[in-house]
C-alpha cells in the first residue's frame, strides 16, 4: 500500500466540509471513550504493541459505521467502499489525501484521524487528531519516512501533562507536528502560535486544528524563525532532540532529528527560546541531554542560561547508558529486522565515542524569564512515580522557590499551610510509645517524600494560615524544651526544604 504525500486541500479544510466529516465522525460515535469501550482492554493494550489482531477479533463481523472508522483509521485496513459511502463523502476525503483508493472496491486511509480527549481545570475536552499512520503494525519491518508526522505519543503527552495550566496572554507551540500541544493550550491562552519546519507536519496540524474547531496562527520555518519578533508567556515543545549521527537531509526523520552535533538542539531550544520570553515567562522543554567525559550533564545545562536573565530548573526522569539509547532509536525507525540494524548501530557507537557521549538524560528543561543577572539553577535526578498531570506542581514549584529563597526575618513572618495532597506515614516496634520514623508523602505531583523529625513535624503539622512560621517555631521550642534561636537555626533548612518542595505553602 503506498500513502499519497500530498498536502490536505484548502478546499477540504472549509468549514462546510470539515464540519460534513466530523457530523459523521460524531454520529458514528467515534471519540474517545466509545472507542476504548468497544475495543476493550485487550484491543488496547495490542494497539500500544502496535498488534492489531486484539482489536479486529474484539469488532468480530461488526460492520456498523464505528466499526468501520476504528478498522480504517487505527487498524489501517482495507474497508469496502459500499460501506463507508453510507456515512462519508469518500470522493471528498479520496480528494483531500485523508483517504485512498485500492482498485475499485477498497478504501484505505493516508492520514490517520484519531479520537483525542483529556481533562483539565477547564473540564472535560474531546475531539481528533490527524497524523501519519503509525508504521511497523503487526511487526513488519517498515522503515520511517523522513517527512513523518508522529500522532499522539508517550512524549506528547509527557508534554501536556507537565505543561503549566495557568491562564497566559500568549502561548507558543514550537515544532507543533500534528498540533496535539495547541489543543491543551487553546485550553488556557489567548492566543497561540504554531510553528513547524516540516510542511507535512503543518498540514497535519492544520487538519487537527479544523477537525476541532481552532482557528490559530500557523507559521512555517525553522526553530524560532518564524516568530523572530515575537514573545510570548509560555513556550512548550518536544524538539527534534535526538542525538543520532550526521546524515544526509533527505533521509533524516524530520520529527526527531534536527541534524545538531550531540545535543547542541536542545541547547540552540533553551538559549533562543529565553530571548522570545516574555517578562515572567515560562519555557518548557521535553527533552535528551548529554553526559560527556569532559562535563556532567548538570554543569553543561546550567551553562545554557548563562546571561540570558532567566532561572533554570531541570528535572532528569531517566539516565541511560549509550547501548538502550541507540537501541531504542533504532527500533524507532522501524529497523528491527533489518539488514543494517547492525551498522547502524556501529555507526551510532563510533558517533557518540568522537563526542564524548558516556550516558544520556531524559527529563524536562524548564526556563523562566526573571531577569535576573545572576540565573537561580535547580538540578534534580527524580526517575519515581509521579501523579500526573504535573504541570500544576511545577507552577507551584517556580512560586515554592521564590519564597524558600527569602531572608530568615521575611521567612519567619509568613504564614503557610500544609497542602492538602499530604500524608503522614509513621513506623515504629509493635508496643513503642511514639513512632520511630515518620515520613510526610505527597499524593500528588511529583509525589516526594520528606523524612521529619518532632521538631519539624511539630511545625508543619501546625501550619493552618493563622500563625507565622516563627511563632509555630516559638510555639514547638516550648513543647520541646529547647531555647528557640537554637531551635529555630536548626530547623529552617529543613523547613526551606519543605517549602521547596510544596510541603507546606
Same mark, same amino acid.
Given at each position: ?27 458514528? $460515535? ?23 489482531? %486484539? ?28 460501506? @463507508? ?12 489525501? !485523508? ?15 484519531? %479520537? ?10 474531546s475531539g481528533w487528531v490527524a497524523a501519519d499512520p503509525i508504521p511497523g503494525?503487526?511487526?513488519? #519491518?517498515?522503515?520511517?519516512? %523522513? ?12 508534554? &501536556? ?30 492566543? !497561540? ?14 487538519? /487537527? ?48 532529528? *534536527?541534524?545538531? +552535533? ?7 531550544? #533553551? ?36 546571561? /540570558? ?8 526522569? $531517566? ?10 532509536? @533504532? ?28 550516558? #544520556? ?7 523562566? $524569564? ?26 507551584? *514549584? ?16 509568613? /504564614? ?26 505527597? /499524593? ?9 523529625? +518532632?521538631? #519539624? ?19 514547638? &521550642?516550648?513543647?520541646?524544651?529547647? %531555647? ?22
Open positions: 500500500m503506498t500513502m499519497r504525500q500530498h498536502a490536505v486541500s484548502d478546499d477540504f479544510l472549509r468549514p462546510d466540509s470539515i464540519n460534513a466529516f466530523t457530523d459523521a465522525l460524531r454520529g458514528a $460515535k467515534y471519540n474517545v471513550d466509545a472507542v476504548l469501550e468497544r475495543l476493550g482492554e485487550a484491543g488496547q493494550e495490542g494497539l500500544t504493541r502496535n498488534q492489531t489482531m %486484539p482489536a479486529l477479533d474484539r469488532l468480530g463481523d461488526a460492520t456498523d459505521a464505528q466499526a468501520d472508522l476504528i478498522r480504517l483509521f487505527p487498524l489501517q485496513q482495507i474497508v469496502p467502499r459500499s460501506r @463507508l459511502a453510507a456515512f462519508l463523502d469518500v470522493p471528498a476525503l479520496i480528494e483531500a489525501g !485523508v483517504l485512498g483508493a485500492i482498485g475499485r472496491e477498497g478504501i484505505h486511509a493516508d492520514i490517520d484521524v484519531r %479520537p483525542y480527549g483529556f481533562t483539565d481545570a477547564a473540564g472535560e475536552w503494525m503487526d511487526s513488519m #519491518v517498515t522503515r520511517t519516512r %523522513p517527512n513523518y508526522v508522529l500522532g499522539v505519543s508517550p512524549a506528547s503527552t509527557s508534554l &501536556a501533562q507537565l505543561t503549566v495550566p495557568d491562564r497566559v496572554g500568549s502561548a507558543l507551540d514550537l515544532g507543533a507536528g500534528c498540533g496535539v500541544q495547541s489543543l491543551h493550550l487553546a485550553r488556557h491562552a489567548d492566543t !497561540v502560535t504554531l510553528t513547524d519546519i516540516n510542511p507535512r507536519a503543518l498540514d497535519m496540524a492544520r487538519l /487537527t486544528l479544523a477537525l476541532n474547531g481552532l482557528d490559530l496562527d500557523v507559521r512555517a520555518g525553522s526553530f524560532y524563525e518564524p516568530v523572530a519578533h515575537d514573545s510570548f508567556d509560555l513556550i512548550v515543545t518536544n524538539p527534534p532532540y535526538v542525538m543520532s549521527p550526521p546524515t544526509d537531509a533527505a533521509d533524516r526523520l524530520v520529527y526527531r532529528e *534536527g541534524g545538531f +552535533a550531540g545535543d547542541g538542539l536542545v541547547r540552540h531550544v #533553551v538559549r533562543e527560546g529565553a530571548s522570545h520570553l516574555a517578562d515572567g515567562g515560562l519555557l518548557q522543554v521535553l527533552a535528551n541531554w548529554a553526559d560527556t567525559r569532559e562535563a556532567s550533564w548538570e554543569d553543561r545545562l546550567a551553562e545554557w542560561v548563562r546571561g /540570558t536573565g532567566c532561572d533554570l530548573w531541570v528535572v532528569e526522569r $531517566k539516565h541511560l547508558d549509550v547501548y538502550s539509547y541507540i537501541e531504542m532509536w @533504532l527500533t524507532d525507525a522501524g529497523l528491527s529486522g533489518d539488514p543494517i540494524w547492525l551498522d547502524r548501530y556501529a555507526e551510532w557507537l563510533n558517533y557518540f565515542d568522537a563526542q564524548g557521549i558516556t550516558g #544520556v538524560g531524559l527529563g524536562w528543561i524548564m526556563v523562566r $524569564k526573571s531577569g535576573s543577572a545572576e540565573p537561580s539553577v535547580h538540578m534534580e535526578s527524580w526517575p519515581y512515580t509521579i501523579a500526573q498531570p504535573v504541570g500544576a506542581a511545577l507552577s507551584a *514549584g517556580w512560586t515554592a522557590r521564590d519564597v524558600a529563597g527569602l531572608d530568615d526575618d521575611e521567612l519567619l513572618a509568613r /504564614t503557610f499551610t500544609v497542602d492538602p495532597s499530604v500524608v503522614q506515614e509513621a513506623t515504629g516496634r509493635p508496643g513503642a510509645a511514639d513512632p520511630s520514623h515518620v515520613v510526610l508523602r505527597q /499524593t500528588a505531583g511529583l509525589c516526594r517524600a520528606l523524612a521529619v523529625d +518532632a521538631a #519539624v513535624g511539630g511545625v508543619i503539622g501546625a501550619c493552618d494560615g493563622e500563625l507565622p512560621l516563627g511563632v509555630l517555631i516559638g510555639a514547638v &521550642a516550648g513543647l520541646l524544651d529547647q %531555647p528557640v534561636d537554637e531551635l529555630e537555626a536548626a530547623i529552617l533548612p529543613r523547613l526551606r526544604e519543605a517549602i521547596e518542595q510544596g510541603f507546606i505553602a
